[in-house]
Structure formats: structure tokens, C-alpha cells
């Protein structure tokens, strides 16, 4: 006998047993009251009615409870299994698989957040130096394992709030809330500076040595996602033109400067 068997048979017995001495308190209670004799078919009438009535009633309630019990059961399973597999899809689809990081249309949808009048969030693009040459000398499985490297500094660098994100190829997004530009080059340029003292290769007469290019711009109230991305752009350049592994600033403002003619034409 299976469990879900002695369970209902337990409890229609444990029914039955109840019916059986509720009848018998009604019946002989009614019998006094008026009077009647209590004779053996009294005793018949009272144990096996309720058995004959209870026990199939109650088993077949107690049985069609178990299955409506198994289907929540089962229902419930379904739903967490199907919440997981969502869950796990949804992070797949907005995260970089490699490094764990948010992917670009999902970093753009957070630049985009709507800001109250006079709060400002400042975009840092976090480019590596002579990547290419990183892959071409030591691999491209050692140049996963530096993207892999620079996408943890990014976290530890940054707090819990912000935002980070990998961009295409070996570009790297990093959104501060709340922070204007005198503060993300202070930010930046600890980033830099801790990237650039990453251990990357011990042991080896030509170690592998990785440096960043960082440009920032800051994110007004109504400013273009896209817009911001192309003057944080200018500024990575500007800081490899002068010789790579340094943070600039300095083309955002004419960066901003120009989209805004352009516009206005």
C-alpha cells in the first residue's frame, strides 16, 4: 500500500469513527427523548450506516483532496522551475556571458534612466591598451583571461549602485550615479592606477603587462544615451593619443558643444 493510500485510508477511518459516534449520540439521545426502545437494530443502524455511507464518501473526498493536493504540487514545481529558467534567460540576455557583466543594450537602457532636474551621472569608457597585441603574443585565451581580469577591477572599483558593462570586444562602460566630473576622475583614475598594478603573468621572462585608456563625460537630465557614448569615445581617444594608459576629460565639453550645433542646424 502506497503512502498516498494509507493516508486517505486513515483519515476516512478516522471520519468514519466520528460519524459512528456522532450517530450514536444523536439517535440514542432522540430515542430517549421520546421514549423509544433501544433495542439491537438500534446498535445495527448506528455502526453500519455511517460505515457504509462514510467510508466510501470520505475516501472518495479524501482521494480527489490528494489529487488536487498533487496538481498544486506539481503546479507549484512547474511555476519555480519556469521562474528559473526566466530568470536564468532574462540574465543571459542582459549580461555578457564571459565576464559576467551587463551587456551593451542593457547598459544603454540604464544610462537612459530618467533623472530629476540637477541630478547628473557621469559615463566612463574603459578601453585596454594594445589589446590586440595582448592576444597575438600570449594567446587569446590568456586575452579572455585579461578582459575577465579587468571586468572584476571594474566591480571592485566601483560601488554597488553603479553600473558596469561590457561594450563590444575589449570596451568596457562604467556608470556612476550621482557623480559629477570632478569626483569620476578621482574614480577613473583609481581605476587606472589599480588595473595597472595587476599581477597578470608571473614567472616568465616576458610578463604580460596590461594598461587602460579611460574618457568619461557626465549625463545630464535629458542628455542622449548615444550622444554621451560618442563624447566618452573622443575622450578614450584623446587619452591614447597622448600616450594611452591615462583618463581624459577633455573633449567632452566640445564634444557636447558640437552635437548641440549640429542639432540646432
Known amino acids: 500500500m502506497t503512502s498516498r493510500s494509507r493516508r486517505i485510508l486513515g483519515k476516512s477511518i478516522a471520519v468514519t469513527i466520528i460519524a459512528i459516534v456522532a450517530t450514536f449520540g444523536l439517535s440514542f439521545t432522540a430515542r430517549l427523548a421520546l421514549q423509544m426502545p433501544i433495542d ?31 496538481t498544486c504540487d506539481k503546479l507549484e514545481k512547474s511555476y ?10 532574462t540574465f543571459v540576455t542582459s549580461h555578457d556571458q564571459m565576464t559576467g557583466l551587463l551587456s551593451r543594450g542593457e547598459f544603454i537602457a540604464r ?16 578601453d585596454p591598451d594594445h589589446f ?52 569620476a576622475m578621482i574614480v577613473a ?16 621572462q616576458d610578463d604580460l603587462t596590461v594598461t587602460v585608456s579611460i574618457g568619461g563625460a557626465e549625463i ?10 560618442r563624447a566618452a569615445g573622443r575622450c578614450v581617444l584623446e587619452a591614447k593619443q597622448r600616450g594611452r594608459n591615462r583618463v581624459s576629460f577633455e573633449f567632452e565639453m566640445a564634444s557636447l558643444r558640437d552635437i548641440a550645433s549640429r542639432r540646432r542646424v
Not at 473526498?61 to 490528494?66: K, V
Not at 521562474?83 to 534567460?89: I, N
Open 40 to 70: 439491537w437494530l438500534s446498535w445495527v443502524e448506528c455502526t453500519f450506516i455511517p460505515i457504509l455511507i462514510g467510508m466510501p464518501v470520505g475516501a472518495y473526498i479524501f482521494a480527489q483532496s490528494e489529487t488536487i493536493q498533487d
Open 80 to 89: 519555480a522551475a519556469l521562474k528559473d529558467a526566466h530568470d536564468r534567460l
Open 111 to 126: 544610462m537612459e534612466r530618467k533623472r530629476d532636474e540637477g541630478e547628473w551621472d557621469t559615463l566612463l569608457l574603459i
Open 132 to 183: 590586440s597585441l595582448v592576444n597575438d603574443k600570449h594567446g587569446h585565451s590568456k586575452g579572455d583571461e585579461a578582459l575577465v581580469r579587468i571586468a572584476k577591477a571594474l566591480v571592485y572599483m566601483t560601488r554597488p549602485g553603479d553600473s558596469i558593462g561590457r561594450l563590444g570586444g575589449e570596451e568596457f562602460g562604467v556608470l556612476l550615479r550621482g557623480v559629477r566630473k570632478e569626483q
Open 189 to 204: 583614475e583609481n581605476i587606472r592606477r589599480h588595473i595597472e598594478g595587476i599581477p597578470w603573468i608571473k614567472g616568465q
Open 220 to 229: 545630464a537630465r535629458n542628455a542622449d544615451a548615444e550622444d554621451v557614448l
